[in-house]
């Protein structure tokens, strides 16, 4: 269940608007600036996530921005870590790229008053990078392994006022590996469960629910039975939303475990039934909380 803010999405989410193609060029004025790419600079991933697997994504939205703050924007920042592989494919650190962020910050423009990057940007895990992102996302940890300095960096980020979202793994393996590798960051301080009263559930839309939001593939095998986790993975039943808070109890990092917000904007053209029931109703909606929280407090 969702309140009337968040049903208020439903009449602005136009299914397949980003899927199917339908580029547009929101012009906020005449002039129109390039926001600076901050993020790691090297051959593997492009700058402009369009640029991926050839220039495939070039029918994707793009917008302008300020010619005058053309840094005073929000990006969507993914950050780059150590970790395994997903079917023996891409990296974990990578699933959902780079239709998750570019539908993502679509959204964030086309429902909000934010300014937005419509590229997004690629962090790794240095302090010179990561500066210049208040928020940054991190996906599938579940194998995740980083070093002492890695783990310092990190934190020292989190301490001095940045933001991380943790995305998209499942069940009591996945999240013994993340743990361990929280514990790293952290070895003097322990996660938080949030309850629903919480306002990061509250700040842009009323949630009346703590939702589990499956990736699209596990919806369509569950839908008729109603299951929403991942069967395969033990430990994957309830949907939990932890945090680590700083020392003024500020959430600065937001845990989604069991959920994966991240298809929720990735897929939200593949099914109908699924943009209805995930897409509008839970993913962007607390996707979009989170990230008012994070650049609120």
Not at 196 to 203: A, G, R, T, V, W
Not at 213 to 218: E, F, L, Q
Request: glycine share 8%.
């Amino acid at each position: 269940m969702v309140n009337r803010a968040a049903k208020a999405l439903a009449s602005l989410l136009v299914l397949g608007t980003i899927a199917m193609g339908l580029a547009r060029d929101t012009d906020r004025g005449e002039k129109s600036g390039t926001p600076t790419y901050f993020g790691s600079k090297d051959s593997e991933m492009p700058e402009d996530p369009r640029e991926w697997r050839g220039g495939r994504y070039y029918d994707f939205p793009d917008w302008k921005v300020s010619a005058e703050l053309p840094n005073d924007v929000f990006t969507f920042a993914r950050l780059r870590y150590n970790s395994g592989t997903w079917m023996g494919q891409r990296a974990k650190w990578m699933i959902d790229y780079p239709d998750s962020e570019l539908n993502f910050s679509y959204r964030l423009q086309q429902l909000t008053s934010l300014e937005v990057n419509p590229k997004g940007a690629i962090v790794d895990i240095e302090a010179e990078q990561l500066r210049h992102y208040p928020f940054v996302y991190m996906i599938e940890p579940g194998d995740i392994w980083i070093t002492a300095e890695e783990a310092s960096t990190l934190r020292d980020y989190m301490l001095n006022g940045g933001f991380i979202m943790v995305d998209d793994f499942w069940g009591h393996y996945e999240w013994k590996n993340f743990h361990r590798a929280l514990k790293q960051i952290f070895p003097d301080r322990d996660f938080v469960e949030l309850e629903l009263d919480h306002p990061i559930f509250h700040m842009v839309f009323d949630l009346e629910i703590k939702p589990q939001i499956p990736a699209v593939g596990m919806a369509m095998m569950g839908r008729e039975e109603g299951i929403t986790y991942e069967w395969n993975k033990p430990g994957s039943e309830t949907p939990h939303y932890r945090a680590i808070l700083d020392d003024k109890g500020r959430i600065c990092m937001m845990i989604c475990f069991n959920t994966d917000l991240g298809d929720g904007w990735e897929e939200e053209g593949t099914d109908p039934w699924y943009f209805r029931e995930f897409s509008e109703k839970y993913a962007y909606p607390l996707g979009i909380n989170i990230v008012f929280y994070a650049l609120t407090h």
